[in-house]
């Protein structure tokens, strides 16, 4: 049986892709912060009949990280799929940032990736296997309110290529999947809710209504779609495809956000 380490899986796109690959026949070992959702997929995915590894971890703490990937070997054996799903991000602008939230994204967006596969890789050389980074359009698409999030990101891509060509020797693929607009809590609250800025709860209907006129596709993507996708990447299927970036966006990374919009995340700002 092919296993598959899942970060991020309590909810939205990683709860989606642990079942799209329990579906496949896949044993799971699922991780996230959020102990009581966690436990909800988890009790959902072994109803399905899958043997699930459920793991509080703060993706932040690398000692949490390579106990995680310990587990999971101690537990199935071998690591077929890691999935590097969760990611930290807030809303700010390069002026805005502080060092508490930079050091977190960078922490949970780059730095655990690295090492998950890192430590995931020696339980996959002896059959191959495929590691699938999460990434986002917003690596390439500037808007100016997600600072440390895009840059997180963007290396996020580098490391897919670096891992991609260090890995490839060993029967493992590295690849790159990113999501644009999708149907989450994360991808769709531009709220605000700083100190100096009372949340606008109607910004996130208008940057829906405003998203759904620029993306060709003219709606979000949903969770089962980034699922999908990640579940035929891992597959023998995709077996020549490595070192390269899946975007599944609607079309959404060639278009721009209006200024009008920008204004209303951080009014003033871009005058």
Do not use: C
């Not at 779609?225 to 975007?247: H, N």
């Amino acid at each position: 049986m092919k296993v598959a380490l899942i970060t991020g899986a309590a909810r939205g796109i990683g709860a989606a892709t642990a079942k799209e690959f329990a579906n496949a026949g896949y044993a799971l070992s699922i991780l996230d912060r959020d102990g009581d959702e966690l436990k909800k997929s988890a009790s959902l995915l072994e109803e399905s009949g899958a043997e699930v590894l459920s793991l509080v971890a703060d993706l932040s703490s690398l000692d949490q990280v390579e106990d995680a990937v310990k587990q999971t070997a101690e537990r199935f054996g071998r690591i077929d799929a890691l999935i590097n799903n969760a990611a930290a991000r807030e809303l700010e602008t390069i002026r805005e940032i502080t060092p508490a939230n930079w050091k977190l994204a960078v922490d949970v967006n780059l730095t655990a990736p690295a090492f998950l596969s890192k430590w995931s890789a020696p339980h996959m050389k002896t059959h191959g296997g495929v590691i699938i980074n999460i990434a986002s359009v917003e690596a390439h698409i500037p808007k100016g309110v997600v600072a440390v999030y895009a840059a997180t990101k963007a290396g996020l891509l580098g490391l897919t290529w670096e891992m991609a060509n260090a890995l490839a020797g060993d029967g493992i693929r590295v690849i790159a999947l990113s999501p644009g607009a999708i149907e989450t809590d994360f991808g769709a609250d531009y709220s605000g809710g700083k100190e100096d800025q009372p949340a606008d709860k109607s910004l996130t209907k208008d940057m829906r209504d405003y998203s759904e006129t620029v993306i060709p596709m003219q709606r979000w993507g949903t969770v089962e779609e980034i699922a999908q996708t990640a579940r035929w990447l891992a597959s023998d299927e995709a077996s020549y495809i490595t070192a390269t970036e899946i975007t599944v966006d609607g079309g959404l990374r060639h278009t721009w956000m209006t200024r009008e919009i920008k204004n209303r995340i951080r009014p003033g700002e871009f005058e």
